[in-house]
């Protein structure tokens, strides 16, 4: 019974390029959240979203931060110019159902921007 | 909005002996849930233990427990027989209906031998 699984596990990319982060929830899951963790601090909620909807991103920034969870394949967050301070490391949960539901996490993919 | 603190930002503990992790939250609901998460070296995020704030009774898992206080809004972890793959960052975390965790600053727990 797999686990919620991401990838890439790390990721350079250099300022202005774009990252595209996977996450494939567990299995029977469909509720993927996603949280960030800057250095030394806790996570942060950034969006949550069911198959095919954005049920809630009011974690996201406003700008260069997109995410999705199609009917097919993994959830995906984009950020689009990144800049230095978007150096974090990024994780998934996912949950099988929404409001009272353990969220389990992915290992989670450190973005680290040059 | 709902807050999670933890004070103790590294706390270090003898194997085989026992500590206690503190979390104190802040809302103004009557049914949530509450966490505690472990973070080792390699960054995973594991659960450890849930508690539900209509439980009265303590949640356990092996060697963890917590101590719930709801009217103090506190939810310790007790680590019993602490062992050296204990060391990691831990985070208390909370949650309630809008499907979000709001995570502490964690404490840094150092095992030694």
């Known amino acids: 019974n797999a686990g919620v699984m991401q990838n890439p596990r790390h990721l350079v990319r250099r300022r202005g390029q774009e990252a595209r982060l996977r996450c494939s929830p567990m299995?029977?899951?469909?509720?993927v959240y996603w949280y960030r963790q800057l250095p030394e601090e806790g996570l942060k909620f950034m969006v949550y979203l069911q198959k095919e909807n954005i049920i809630d991103e009011s974690g996201m920034p406003k700008e260069r931060f997109s995410a999705e969870f199609p009917k097919e394949g993994p959830s995906i967050l984009r950020i689009q110019q990144v800049v230095r301070g978007d150096s974090a490391a990024y994780f998934c949960a996912s949950s099988y159902n929404r409001g009272r539901e353990t969220q389990y996490f992915g290992p989670g993919t450190r973005l680290l921007v040059l | 909005a709902q807050t999670v603190t933890q004070s103790q930002p590294e706390m270090s503990v003898q194997e085989a002996e026992t500590v206690t992790l503190s979390c104190t939250y802040d809302?103004?609901?009557?049914?949530?849930?509450l966490f505690w998460y472990k973070q080792p070296p390699s960054r995973q995020m594991i659960l450890v233990i849930r508690q539900e704030a209509y439980k009265q009774q303590n949640a356990t898992e092996n060697r963890f427990s917590v101590n719930f206080q709801k009217a103090a809004k506190s939810f310790s972890l007790k680590i019993s027989d602490s062992q050296l793959g204990d060391t990691a960052m831990y985070f208390c975390a909370f949650g309630d209906n809008t499907d979000k965790l709001i995570f502490g600053t964690g404490t840094r727990l150092q095992v030694f031998p």
């Open positions: 299995k029977g899951h469909s509720h």
């Open positions: 809302t103004s609901e009557n049914n949530y849930y």
